[in-house]
C-alpha cells in the first residue's frame, strides 16, 4: 500500500492560477460583480426610504406621500429581486466554466502523468483529488466565489450607505471590526494546513480500502480480514482526529463572529438614542442606520459563512494543481531511429526505485530485430523493471535504452508507441463498448479489422456469442469480463497498434496452460516477424526463444540460446532438469509447466 502523495501546489501557485483566472474571465468576474453591486445599491433605497418614512410620519404628512414612498420601496425590492437572480446566473456560469476547464486540465495531466509517479502514489490519492477535492472545488467555484465576491461588494456599498447617513453612527462599527479582522487572520493561518492534511488522510484511506476489496479473496484466504480491519479502524481514526483539528478552528472563528454580528445593531440603537436626544442625529437617520447595520449583517454573514468553504476549495485546488506541476519523465528531443538498423540495446543501464537500492546494474543488452527472446529468473531479480526500462514506460537511472540509436525517453510518445508496446497481466475494462475497447489501439479502425485482431488472440468464441457484437457494452453496470477475456482484449488492441517490438510480461499468466498455450501459438502468425521479448512465466515460453536471458540480482547472469544454456550447466539447466528431467526435450502440449515460485 503506498505511503507516497501526489505533490500540492504552494500558496504562490494558487494565487498565481487564481490571478491568471481572473484575467482571462475579466469580462464574466466583472458581470458578477456589477450585477451583484446593483443589487446591493437597489437594496440600499429601502432603509433610506423606511427612514424617510418615520421621519415623515412624525414630522406629519399626508397618506399620498407615504403611498408614493412605500411604492418606492416596494419597486427597490422588485428591482433587487430581478438584479439579485442574474447576478446569481452570472456567479453560476462563472464558477461552471472554470470548474470545466479545471478539470479537463486535471484529467489531461492525470493522463500525462509518468507511471512511475502512479505507481508511487498508489489510486487512493488519485481517486480522492478526482472525487472529493474537485467536489470540494465545484461547490467553491459553482457558489463560494460568486457569493464572496456579491457579499464584498455587498458590505462595501453598505458601509459607504452608512457613512453617508451619518459618520457619527457609522463609527459604530468601527468597534466590532478589528476583532472580526484577527481572528479571520487567525483562522486562514491554519485553516490551509489543517484542510490539506484532513485530505491527505482520505486519500490513505482510500487507498487501503481499494487494496483490500481489490484484494479481497487474499484477504480471505490469508486471514488478513482482523488485520485490515484494524488498518481501516487506525485510517478512520486519524481522519475523524484531523476533522477534529478543522472543527476546534471554526469552533473559535463561527462563536467571534456572531458576537461581532450582533454587538453593532445594539450600540446602533444606544448610540442612535443618545444622540437623537441631543440632537445629534435625527430619527430618519437612526432608523435607517439601524437598517443598513442590519444589512451590514448579511453579506458579512455571507463571507465568514463562505470563507471555509473557500479554505476547503483552496486547499483542494492547491491539490488538483499540484498534479498538473509533476514534471514530465522525458524530453523528445525530435530524434529518430535508424531504419536501417532497428536494434533494441541497454547500454550499462542502471535503475533504483529508491535511492541507493539499485535494482538493476550495468544490464547490456542487445535484441535484434526479428527476434524473440524470453527473460527467466527469481522474484525480485529485475525483470518486469528491464521490461519496462525496454519498453520505454521508465527512464533508466543511468545508461541508456536506444531503439535504432536513439534513446527511447527522447521519442515522443506518439512514436514510441510505433516502435515498442508493453503487455501486462494487468488489464483495465473501460465503461464502454466492446468496438471503442478495441479502437483505443487504433480508432480508425475498420470492424472487419476489430474482427481479425479479435480472432487473431483466440477471442471469437465469446465475441460471437455477444447479442450484440462490437455494440455490446462492457464494464461497470454491463458485461464484466472474466479475467481471461480483458487479457485477450488487450492483446487484440496490441495487434491493431502492430508495433515494431512487443515486451510481454506474463500476458497470458491469468490464462489456463493449455489456454495459454493454444493462444501463443495463435499469436505466432501475428507476432512473425516482430522483436518479442516475452518475460516467462511458463518454462515452455524460454524454450521456444531465440535465446533466454537469465536475470538474477539485477544483473544478466546468463544469456544465450536454450540449447546454449542447457549445455552450460549454469542456473537455467539447472531450472530446467529440475522440472522436466531431459533437458533436450520440447515440451508436449498444453503440458502444465510453470516455473517454481523461487523462480518467478
Known sequence: MSTTMLPVADPASVRSYAADVGKRYRRQLTSVVALASLATVAGLFGPRLLGQIVQDVQDGTTSTHIDELAGLFVLAICVQAVLNRYAYQAGKVFGETVLAELRENFVGSVLDLPLSKVEQAGSGDLINRASRDVGALRLAAQQGIPAVLGAASAAVLTLVALVLVSPILAAVTLVTLPPMALMARWYLKYARNGYLATNATYSTMIENMAATVEGARAVEALRLGETHVNQTDADVAQSWKAERNTLRLRLRLYPTTEICQLLPAGLMLLLGGYGYTRGWVSIAQVTAATLYVQQLANPVS???????????????????????????????????????????????????????????????????????????????????????????????????????????????????????????????????????????????????????????????????????????????????LSAPQAQQLALARLVLADPKILVLDEATALLDPRAARHLERSLSAVLEGRTVISIAHRLHTAHDADRVAVIENGRIAELGSHPELIAAGGAYARLWDSWHGASDQALPDGQTDWLPSEAL
Open 302 to 480: 455571507t463571507l465568514l459563512d463562505w470563507l471555509d468553504t473557500i479554505q476547503t476549495g483552496s486547499a483542494s485546488l492547491a491539490r488538483l494543481l499540484g498534479v498538473t506541476q509533476i514534471p514530465p519523465d522525458r524530453e523528445p528531443t525530435g530524434a529518430r531511429p535508424d531504419r536501417s538498423d532497428p536494434r533494441l540495446e541497454a547500454k550499462q543501464v542502471g535503475f533504483a526505485y529508491i535511492p541507493g537500492r539499485d535494482v538493476l546494474r550495468d544490464v547490456d543488452l542487445t535484441v535484434r530485430p526479428g527476434e524473440r527472446l524470453a527473460m527467466v529468473g527469481p522474484s525480485g531479480a529485475g525483470k518486469s523493471t528491464l521490461g519496462r526500462l525496454l519498453a520505454g514506460i521508465s527512464a533508466p537511472g543511468s545508461g541508456r535504452v536506444e531503439v535504432g540509436g536513439a534513446s527511447l525517453v527522447e521519442l515522443p510518445l506518439t512514436e514510441l508507441r510505433k516502435e515498442v508496446a508493453l503487455v501486462t497481466q494487468e488489464h483495465h475494462v473501460f465503461v464502454g463498448t466492446l468496438r471503442e475497447h478495441v479502437a483505443l489501439a487504433r480508432p480508425d479502425a475498420s470492424d472487419e479489422e476489430m474482427h481479425e485482431a479479435l480472432a487473431a488472440v483466440d477471442a471469437t468464441g465469446w465475441v460471437e456469442g455477444l447479442a450484440n457484437g462490437l455494440d455490446t457494452k462492457l464494464g461497470s453496470g454491463a458485461l464484466e
